[in-house]
């Protein structure tokens, strides 16, 4: 099963605004780029010269924040994000 | 917002409700702020409920909470290249003595946000506490992205995230060594399918761990347990290890799901939610201090998780409970400082759930510094049980000796001495 396919079958309330932003300075520069590694939920892609981030998909586990220096994670406003059915 | 509150609990999880249960009880004006839509809603439990700290408090229970299965048939499963070895103990069937039940985080933690509720306790939901606030050089009170609340004392449940701790300078960032990411998956089965496939009777169930061959280089393990109608498969490793071995977390998941020991569990069940979360391994050593001037740290927060045993809900209810107590000894004297709160990690230091996780610090750094200790000990064992059951001509006395031989062959003997010494002494 595709990681897309997984994140469909999330309920998230969308806050139009992120709450994740990232230092695009130091992005460039960066070697290793572990956001695109660690992210469970694929919220972090590189195209040159930037990271984008599809803050609507994150499921707010907070280990970009912990992974990399220069991501500003915080939660999203009450109420909104990730909402588990199951957990 | 005006009104003054006794306490405030920022977080519905275990820790916040126990910790405000214990409050209301007590008579105290306790007010819990949760940012989800509900209690539960940004919840994920990586384990099973060990029932022993939360039954000292609500005994049996059991009997009222909306629970999946009493496990009763716990299993470690040993992964090698193409076998795998799995260990079963089944206990006794004794409903009336559960050790710990699977849930799940929906509708356990809707239930037990709603006994501190009706203990007197007012739920605020859907509202981000962003800042700790202090006056007079103590914390007084939360700033949300509803307005401003005010109270005597803050009891901090946030979760692993610990940005409110850091922002109000009681700990530093937690570094990529001290915290492991899970991932898991909910797959839905048919209650009588689960049951003949772990060889369970009706509400009993299994928990297995895995180790081995697949998990290569990272600390980390997987986990397969069983619902009422579905299992929770995943696994979980240590951040640092996950960066240096550059495995994305949904790529592991999909390969541990193929793997011959837990494929066969999983057969013509639907995913329903895929989950992530952080599960705090800063372990004793890297306990911050949990207590200042009107403010106490419970649950993931404080770092509470055993990574041994998988502990985590019932330390969090444990944390929660001796937090309540203090708040209530501190509302009584009308002295919220420091002074009054420090025997809260005092109490905790001496509890039996930190004192094993003292007595393991170091063990995930020791592994990591090693982490071929992960891989090599399943698949000796693999290697040498495939020796032994096959039937090829050897006698025995050769096939003893060959299996020495793939012993010897996986980890050197000095290693394998001073893992046994390590290891062994940090366990027990």
Known sequence: ?87 | MTEKFDAIVVGAGPAGVTAAYVMAKNRMNVVIIERGELPGSKNVIGGVLYVKTLNDMIPEFWKEAPLERNVIQHSYGLIGKNTHILVTYKGATRPEFPNGYTILRSKFDKWYAKKAQEAGAVLITKTNVTELLAQDGKIAGVKTDRGDLSANLVIVAEGANTMLCEKAGLMQKTRPDQMAIAVKEIISLPSDRIQERFGLGEGEGAAIHYIGALFKGLVGFGFLYTNRESLSVGFGAMISTMMKEQIKPYDLMEQFKEESSVKPFLRDGLVKEYQAHMIPEAGYRGMPKLFSDGVLVVGDSAMLANPVTGEGADLAILSGRMAGDVATKAHAMTDYTSRVLAPYQDDLLKSFAVRDMRKQSGLLHYIENDPDIMRAYPEALNNALTEWFRVDGATRTDKAKRIKTIIMSKRRLTKMMKDAYVIGRKLM
């Open chain 1, 1 to 87: 099963m595709r990681l897309e396919e997984k994140l469909y079958l999330l309920r998230h309330v969308l806050d139009e605004e992120s709450h994740i932003k990232v230092d695009q300075e130091a992005c460039a520069k960066c070697t290793n780029r572990a956001c695109l590694d660690v992210c469970p939920a694929n919220v972090y892609s590189y195209v040159e010269p930037r990271v984008f981030v599809a803050y609507e998909n994150c499921v707010e586990c907070g280990t970009c924040r912990i992974a990399c220096p220069f991501v500003e994670w915080i939660n999203p406003k009450g109420g909104m994000g990730i909402s588990y059915r199951y957990g």
